[in-house]
């Protein structure tokens, strides 16, 4: 074993596959053999495995200029290009842009962002993060926080109480519904508990909510209808902002820019990386609007620096890379065809799986989307200890299909945005064979209610 600590990982199990090239939606390992890549990776390389331009534009950038930083005044032209294009896209008034390395350290960026400006507008009590249950925003110690997943806080004691993280409930009416609640009472009661517990807080002292448009690492929860309305209506009321964390649906991934445009949501604040590259070089984006920016730049003048910031932040390669992913975005109509293939996709995984013994509910929106594996198909209970996610990607990748096991028995699926309907199919048919061995291993292995 090479001497690696590795991410997200069981220290126990390490280096079980190991990648060795990729092409188009096909990764290849170290022996030759081909799988479809169902998950993008991690949610990220959009555009395949093997994109000439982005590679291009990667190179080129590093023969004209490798690296500069962005501290003291120093720039380069890709980073204000950059800038000025997503200024373009966003649904963020005027907004301004903080470049970083990872969602989690745009998340972090956030947080600290949040703060100075809180402080700079004479506020420093209205400093609370009102974050959902099955969360995710990342791992650095604000965005960990901000994570309700139990296997990213076990060990790790998250500071949650020092840096005034709240929680609210996850807006999965699969899982959290009561009785024979209907869906609309479902979103009133769980936004009811929401404002109950901002006033026993104080509205002033929370300063913004964070949420995933739809859910990554969750399980690809996807709110009922009405639900996000509803909550920018209580939010605005109470005069708190809304913190988009777009790192996994923007971009196309829903089969919209932003899963911003597809949710129905007006965000004060966004937080993007991943597809913003295709993944083909680390680069995040924290976004504020142009109002809390005006309101940073008196108390930087007066320290003389705005003090924060990464060494890479603004890197002119992942800048370059970030510039061509986007040219080839708009120009090939990526989001539309993701949207077309994504309605596809959605389509046929209801009509294959909606039935399936092992499937409690299949969700989803655009190239994103999940299984919900279930010990009983008609009271949901779940299999115990993520045996049925685990089960079910250990058999996609024996069929050649490298899915995730998310949220203990989630199976997701997140395809690169070029996948074509045919692929989708043959994606299809790989995961239909690896949920079916799966049924029969459980209920073999007597983890399957009756």
């Known amino acids: 074993m090479a001497p690696v600590i590795y991410p997200t990982t069981n220290l126990a199990a390490t280096e079980q596959l190991v990648l060795d090239h990729g092409k188009g939606i096909y990764v290849y390992d170290a022996d030759g053999n081909e799988y479809i890549e169902g998950l993008a990776s991690l949610w990220c390389t959009s555009l395949g495995y093997d994109n000439a331009e982005v590679i291009g534009a990667i190179t080129d950038q590093l023969n004209k200029l490798p690296f500069s930083h962005t501290f003291g005044g120093k720039t380069h032209e890709p980073i204000m290009k950059l800038a000025e294009k997503l200024k373009a896209m966003v649904p963020v008034e005027d907004a301004y842009f903080f470049f970083g390395n990872s969602g989690s350290d745009a998340n972090d960026t956030h947080y600290k962002m949040l703060r100075y400006y809180f402080n700079a507008i004479g506020k420093p009590e209205k400093r609370k993060i009102i974050t959902r249950e099955r969360g995710y925003h990342g791992v650095t110690v604000a965005a960990g926080s901000l994570t309700s997943l139990p296997a990213n806080l076990a060990h790790f004691d998250a500071p949650v109480e020092a840096l005034h993280i709240l929680r609210s409930d996850a807006p999965h009416y699969y899982t959290g519904r009561q009785g024979n609640e209907t869906e609309a009472q479902f979103v009133d009661r769980i936004l009811d508990n929401l404002e109950q517990q901002i006033l026993a807080e104080g509205a002033d002292t ?10 990554g690492a969750s399980g690809v929860i996807v709110p009922p209808e009405g639900y996000y309305e509803k909550l920018q209506a209580l939010l605005r009321k109470h005069d708190i902002l809304v913190w988009a964390d777009e790192v996994i649906c923007g971009f196309g991934r829903t089969g919209a820019d932003f899963g ?135 058999l996609a990748q024996e ?39 799966a049924y029969a291993e459980l209920k073999d292995k007597g983890l399957l209610a009756a």
């Open 260 to 394: 911003c445009t597809t949710m129905g949501i007006k965000p004060d604040l966004m937080t993007f990386a991943k597809q913003l590259s295709s993944a083909y070089f680390p680069i995040s984006a924290s976004v504020i609007p142009g109002w809390m920016y005006e309101k940073m730049i008196a108390p930087s003048a007066a320290v003389g620096v705005f003090g924060h910031g990464y060494t890479y932040s603004g890197h002119p390669v992942a800048c370059a890379a970030a510039l061509k992913t986007l040219e080839i975005y708009e120009r090939d109509k990526i989001f539309d065809h993701a949207a077309e293939v994504g309605a596809h996709m959605q389509e046929q995984l209801r009509a294959i799986f909606t039935d399936h013994p092992l499937v409690g509910e299949v969700r989803g929106k655009g190239l994103i989307a999940a299984l919900e594996l279930v010990s009983n198909k008609t009271t949901g209970a779940t299999i115990e200890k993520g045996a049925g996610g685990a089960t079910v990607q250990r």
């Open 399 to 437: 069929n050649g299909l490298l899915i995730r096991a998310v949220a203990g028995n989630s199976a997701a699926l997140c395809p690169p945005l070029i996948i074509t309907r045919d692929e989708v199919d043959e994606m299809l048919r790989r995961l239909k064979k690896a949920v079916d061995a």
């Open 206 to 215: 929370i300063a913004a909510m964070i949420v995933e448009p739809i859910t």
